[in-house]
């Protein structure tokens, strides 16, 4: 090799160890590494990371040979020697980096084996970069799957420390929140232990976090709820007696419209209503026992489920008024078209007309009687309608009563056409 091609070499070399040893320095101060060597893993990335700390122990010591060898050259090339130029040739092109093999069990050493290779530099700078990338690989890995699942650890942990604060503040059993505990424990452990356990191919699975997340926030919420009882229970009492005296105006405004459609209307059947108030009064009652024995946390969800209740009692009674408010206003909607159907057979002179009498009659009987059929009595104004839109067509405009003869100036055909 010229003298020019030593020069280039050892430059690209020195390049190379320089290189390496700026990505051990790199890979040494990284936080993620730093958390692995010390860690104590388990499951898969234990198994992941015990292959990657045999590559990391590579890399250093094919990195000291090769640094070794570099400046053994530097020193060659700047003193000399017996034949510099050939010696230079054989340490940058040839096999003359040393390198123990691999440890193996002694069962499988034959008596003959070799204890070291020798490769040259160029394959020890691929070797590095292989060793280097496979261990970036997975320090990469365990610090994405951290990096999303600490945060969310660090939440949940904050979660847990107010319930087991609220939880003391409502004197709850020290045993009531064991399963979370335990649950929590689990997760934590393999955050901290095995992230890897925790990533799949679409990305880091925080679903067992998710869930237990949402498990956490609703205990929380029904804790600061009996909290709230406690502090409040007079005025939370009092507020949802209220409710269900509204509840009991609107049951008694319902039954009384009831009776009212019973004595006019016989079908359809009048709506039944339901009183739920004893009920809802006496599950207020069973709240001062908890009271009594300090249940908060029952009491809070006691109260929220008793105001649910009043509150679904309210909209069924309101519901329930105005389907019968309904009946009596579809009879008076009925009574009106008739009228008004009445009304236009006067204005064509058709009142007294042979085929109108009888089904006139049959409608008025079944909307004046009382209680009334709504669906014999729809019918029978069907019917009604139907014969005189039939005669009204056969009318000429000269058959046509004007007003003032037969209809006064009020009647009209009330909109029916």
């Known amino acids: ?24 320095v790199g890979l040494d101060r990284h936080g993620a590494y730093r958390l692995l060597c010390g860690a104590d893993l388990s499951g898969r990335t234990r198994r992941r990371w015990e292959v990657a700390d045999s590559h990391v122990h590579r890399l250093w010591r094919v990195h000291a040979a090769f640094a070794a060898v570099v400046a053994r050259a530097g020193r060659l090339r700047e003193t000399g020697g017996v034949d510099p130029q050939s010696e230079l040739t054989h340490l940058l092109m040839g096999a003359c980096l040393v390198l123990p093999l691999d440890e193996t069990p002694p069962h499988e050493h034959g008596l003959l084996d070799h204890d070291t290779e020798v490769i040259d530099l160029a394959e020890a700078t691929a ?83 998710d869930r237990l997340r949402e498990v956490l926030d609703r205990t929380r919420g029904e804790l600061r709820d009996a909290l709230r009882m406690r502090d409040s229970y007079e005025e939370s009492v009092g507020r949802l007696g209220s409710a269900i005296d509204d509840v009991e105006q609107g049951i008694l405004r319902a039954h009384a419209l009831r009776t009212r459609v019973l004595t006019k209307i016989s079908s359809p059947v009048a709506i039944d209503v339901p009183d739920p108030v004893p009920g809802l009064r006496a ?13 908060w946390r029952a009491l809070g969800a006691r109260l929220g489920r008793l105001q649910h209740a009043v509150h679904e009692a309210a909209d069924d009674a309101r519901e329930r008024e105005r389907d019968l408010d309904g009946m009596l206003r579809r009879r008076a909607e009925l009574r009106g078209r008739l009228d008004a159907f009445r009304a236009r057979a006067v204005r064509l002179g058709l009142a007294e007309h042979e085929r109108l009498v009888e089904p006139h009659g049959r409608a008025h009987w079944e909307l004046w009687n009382a209680p009334c059929d709504l669906r014999a009595a729809t019918i029978a104004l069907s019917d009604y309608q139907r014969t005189l839109q039939e005669l009204a067509e056969t009318v000429t405009p000269a058959d046509r009563t004007r007003a003032g003869e037969r209809a006064s100036d009020g009647e009209n055909d009330g909109g029916v056409r």
Not at 2 to 22: F, T
Not at 283 to 295: G, K, T, Y
Request: hydrophobic content about 40%.
């Open 127 to 209: 070797r590095m970069t292989a060793d280097y990338e496979a261990i970036t690989e997975v320090v990469s890995a365990v610090e994405t799957a951290w990096d999303a699942l600490h945060p969310r650890l660090g939440e949940l942990e904050t979660m847990w420390q107010e319930v087991g604060t609220l939880s003391d503040m409502v004197e709850a059993p020290e045993d009531e929140h064991e399963d979370l505990r335990a649950e929590l424990e689990r997760v934590g452990e393999t955050v901290r232990r095995d992230p890897l356990a925790l990533v799949t191919d679409g990305g880091v699975d925080t679903s067992a976090m």
């Open 283 to 295: 599950a207020v009652a069973e709240m001062d026992d908890l009271r009594a024995r300090r249940r």
């Open 1 to 24: 090799m010229s003298w020019e091609g030593i020069d280039h070499a050892l430059n690209r070399v020195r390049g190379e160890a320089d290189r390496i040893s700026l990505h051990l």
